[in-house]
């Protein structure tokens, strides 16, 4: 027991961690091994680690916690974000980290850790020991990959209970995709979504300077859509169709 408050200190670690505590590769093994067999600790892929609580027999790092300190460049994204931030209807199964160190998806203690590949340059915002993207980058991160994650409906959802958005921040994150298509989605979304989420004029006026010139479709369902000139998209007739909507009539993923 000697090294465990140094460990229930850190949450989740690395077998370098260890060796850093203990000062020899040889010392970090048996203390590895003999933390595993007395339930103190529990592997959760490969050299890394979570504490388990000696009172609750559960891990003691939050789900977050360890999703952002699976690697160095490792950071909450995504619907896991929008959890993180209260800012969700569910807690999904699924905790998704972008990093650009490669893994492959994993589960621990009832939870798949799933990766996706970083975008551009990243500067994740640092909260209780959680390295997680910023709430703005989260937007238009989660409207991008609607198709792949979480569904237009949830995504919609979550941002519908933002309670503000700056519009500078915005802009710099559809600036790191570049897509013209991500323009045209966000700007309709969150033109949508104005009488929760005040953004000025002048952000929609930027997002259709960068939109497509073809007629995009916001999903592949294509059932009621109409077409919003202002935006060359097609999508419901209004975003509080999402809002209300079950998933089984829109979500496309």
Request: aromatic letters at 12%.
């Given at each position: 027991?000697?090294?465990?408050?140094?460990?229930?200190?850190?949450?989740?670690?690395?077998?370098?961690?260890?060796?850093?505590?203990?000062?020899?590769?040889?010392?970090?093994?048996?203390?590895?091994?003999?933390?595993?067999?007395?339930?103190?600790?529990?592997?959760?892929?490969?050299?890394?680690?979570?504490?388990?609580?000696?009172?609750?027999?559960?891990?003691?790092?939050?789900?977050?916690?360890?999703?952002?300190?699976?690697?160095?460049?490792?950071?909450?994204?995504?619907?896991?974000?929008?959890?993180?931030?209260?800012?969700?209807?569910?807690?999904?199964?699924?905790?998704y980290v972008t990093s650009n160190s490669r893994f492959q998806d994993f589960e621990f203690?009832?939870?798949?850790?799933?990766?996706?590949?970083?975008?551009?340059?990243?500067?994740?915002?640092?909260?209780?020991?959680?390295?997680?993207?910023?709430?703005?980058?989260?937007?238009?991160?989660?409207?991008?990959?609607?198709?792949?994650?979480?569904?237009?409906?949830?995504?919609?959802?979550?941002?519908?209970?933002?309670?503000?958005?700056?519009?500078?921040?915005?802009?710099?994150?559809?600036?790191?995709?570049?897509?013209g298509f991500l323009y045209q989605k966000c700007g309709w979304l969150l033109e949508g979504?104005?009488?929760?989420?005040?953004?000025?004029?002048?952000?929609?006026?930027?997002?259709?300077?960068?939109?497509?010139?073809?007629?995009?479709?916001?999903?592949?369902?294509?059932?009621?859509?109409?077409?919003?000139?202002?935006?060359?998209?097609?999508?419901?007739?209004?975003?509080?169709?999402?809002?209300?909507?079950?998933?089984?009539?829109?979500?496309?993923?």
């Amino acid at each position: 027991m000697k090294y465990y408050g140094k460990l229930v200190e850190l949450g989740c670690f690395s077998r370098e961690d260890v060796i850093a505590l203990t000062g020899t590769e040889a010392a970090a093994h048996s203390l590895l091994r003999d933390y595993l067999r007395k339930g103190l600790i529990e592997r959760v892929r490969r050299d890394f680690y979570a504490v388990i609580s000696i009172e609750t027999k559960q891990p003691i790092p939050t789900r977050y916690q360890i999703g952002s300190q699976i690697f160095a460049d490792a950071f909450i994204s995504h619907h896991s974000a929008f959890e993180y931030y209260g800012c969700s209807n569910q807690v999904l199964y699924e905790v998704y980290v972008t990093s650009n160190s490669r893994f492959q998806d994993f589960e621990f203690d009832g939870v798949s850790y799933c990766r996706v590949a970083s975008k551009g340059r990243m500067i994740p915002a640092l909260s209780e020991g959680v390295r997680v993207t910023d709430i703005e980058r989260t937007v238009v991160d989660s409207i991008n990959d609607f198709e792949k994650i979480a569904g237009v409906e949830e995504t919609v959802r979550c941002i519908s209970l933002i309670p503000t958005l700056d519009a500078a921040k915005l802009l710099e994150a559809l600036d790191v995709y570049d897509n013209g298509f991500l323009y045209q989605k966000c700007g309709w979304l969150l033109e949508g979504l104005r009488n929760v989420i005040d953004l000025p004029d002048d952000f929609f006026k930027e997002c259709r300077r960068h939109i497509s010139k073809s007629k995009k479709y916001l999903t592949r369902e294509r059932r009621n859509f109409v077409l919003h000139e202002v935006w060359s998209l097609y999508a419901p007739a209004d975003v509080s169709i999402l809002l209300n909507k079950g998933t089984a009539d829109y979500d496309a993923v």
